[in-house]
């Protein structure tokens, strides 16, 4: 049996990362990103730590249990940390961590991307579903 080197064996562990396999590990990650949450408050703290509250007022439909599933995710995952302060009130702050600051600008992009693309979108919808009435009478 041959012997071989830990980057021969880092290599070959990248290589087993493929996202279009069913049981490749990165399919994990790429659910977590790709939820709408996440990516609404990765896009928030992009600025700067921020408070529960303020998360809660700046995404806007975002419910207080589904705010705090997804920070406790985004924090389990290490994109986010939690900071909290003893005071009276207590106050707790959100920011990206190193990680999660890696992963922001393509969360940014995918971001304004939608926000300038979604009347195309709208458009297409349209075109569709006319065609898709059409043909159905």
């Given at each position: 049996m041959a012997t071989r080197t830990a980057a021969q064996r880092r290599e070959e562990a990248r290589a087993a990362y493929d996202a279009y396999l069913a049981a490749?590990?990165?399919r994990e990650l790429l659910d977590t990103i790709s939820d709408k949450w996440v990516s609404l408050i990765l896009?928030?703290?992009?600025?700067?730590?921020?408070r529960y509250s303020d998360l809660g007022r700046?995404?806007?439909g975002v419910s207080q249990k589904m705010l705090t599933?997804?920070?406790?995710?985004?924090?389990?995952d290490g994109l986010v940390s939690r900071t909290v302060t003893p005071s009276v009130p207590v106050r707790v702050d959100y920011a990206l961590t190193d990680l999660g600051r890696d992963l922001q600008p393509v969360m940014r992009a995918i971001k304004l991307w939608a926000e300038s693309h979604i009347e195309q979108v709208h458009d297409a919808r349209e075109s569709?579903?006319?065609?898709?009435?059409?043909s159905q009478s």
């Open positions: 490749c590990p990165a896009n928030a703290l992009a600025d700067g730590p921020l700046i995404i806007a599933q997804t920070l406790r995710g985004l924090e389990r569709y579903d006319r065609r898709s009435r059409e």
